[in-house]
C-alpha cells in the first residue's frame, strides 16, 4: 500500500540554525504534501503544504521543496526558535484509488536555547 | 465556529466492551475523517467519509465501523475493544477532499484494560 517514510525521528538544534526534515513517499498519484506541527498534549495543526505542480514553498521561515520525480519533499526551519519545539508530521495525499492521506512517523524536534 | 469537537476525552473500556467516539463539526466540511495516533507510527487513517452517506476504509479499518447520516457527524464505533486499540484518536475535517487543510479534533485518549 501507500507508504510516507520520514527522517530523521528525533533533531536536535541550536536556537538560532536550521532544520530540515525530508520525507519519500511511494504514491506516484499523490498531489497534495501537507506538513502539520503538533506540540505535546495537542491537535496537529497545518504549517505549511505544497501542490504537486509547484516545486517550492515559502512562508516566512518555513520553506518545503518537492521533487516529484524522486518523490522526496522535505521542510526548512530557518532561524530556529524554542517554540519550534514540537514533533512534525509530513503527509501525502491522492485522489486516486480513495480520498486518503498518508502521514510520516513524525520528527521530534528540540531547539535548545 | 466550535470547529472539529470530540467526545469523550479520555476513555477506559474492558476487553470486548463496545462503545462511539463523538466527532462533530461546525464547519459545512464535506470530508471527514478518523486517525489513531500512537508512539513512532505517526497518525494512520482508520475511515473517512467524502459527504453524507459516504465512508470508506483508510489503513487500519478492522475492528471500527463509521457511518455518516449528516454532514456534521462522523461517529467511530469500537465494536467489541481489543487492548491493540488502545491509542489517541483524532477526527479530522477539510472542505472538501484531499487537497484542503484538515483541521483537527483535540483527540479522544483511550485504554482498553
Known amino acids: 500500500g501507500e507508504n510516507v517514510e520520514q527522517h530523521p525521528s528525533t533533531l536536535s538544534v541550536q536556537e538560532g540554525d536550521s532544520a530540515v526534515i525530508k520525507c519519500t513517499y511511494s504514491?506516484?498519484?499523490?498531489?497534495?504534501f501537507p506538513w502539520y506541527k503538533q506540540e505535546l498534549g495537542k491537535r496537529p495543526q497545518l504549517i505549511i503544504d505544497?501542490?504537486?505542480?509547484?516545486g517550492e514553498k515559502k512562508d516566512q521561515r518555513i520553506a518545503v521543496t518537492l521533487n516529484k520525480t524522486a518523490k522526496h519533499f522535505s521542510l526548512h526551519i530557518t532561524e530556529t526558535q524554542p517554540e519550534d519545539s514540537a514533533v512534525y508530521f509530513c503527509a501525502a495525499s491522492s485522489s486516486t484509488g480513495g480520498f486518503k492521506t498518508i502521514f510520516g512517523a513524525g520528527t521530534r524536534l528540540f531547539v535548545k536555547a | 465556529n466550535a470547529g472539529v469537537t470530540q467526545t469523550p476525552k479520555f476513555q477506559v473500556l474492558k476487553t470486548g466492551q463496545s462503545m462511539t467516539l463523538q466527532c462533530a463539526q461546525d464547519?459545512?466540511?464535506?470530508?471527514m475523517s478518523w486517525y489513531r495516533q500512537d508512539p513512532g507510527m505517526g497518525l494512520r487513517l482508520i475511515h473517512y467519509?467524502?459527504?453524507?452517506?459516504?465512508?470508506d476504509q483508510g489503513e487500519v479499518p478492522n475492528g471500527y465501523n463509521v457511518s455518516r447520516s449528516t454532514t456534521e457527524d462522523f461517529p467511530l464505533r469500537l465494536l467489541s475493544a481489543a487492548p491493540s486499540q488502545t491509542s489517541v484518536y483524532f477526527c479530522a475535517s477539510s472542505l472538501r477532499d484531499v487537497g484542503y487543510e484538515q483541521y483537527f479534533g483535540p483527540g479522544t485518549r483511550l485504554t482498553v484494560t
Open positions: 505544497i501542490r504537486s505542480n509547484v
Open positions: 504514491d506516484s498519484a499523490s498531489n497534495y
Open positions: 467519509s467524502v459527504g453524507a452517506g459516504i465512508t
Open positions: 464547519m459545512n466540511h464535506e470530508y
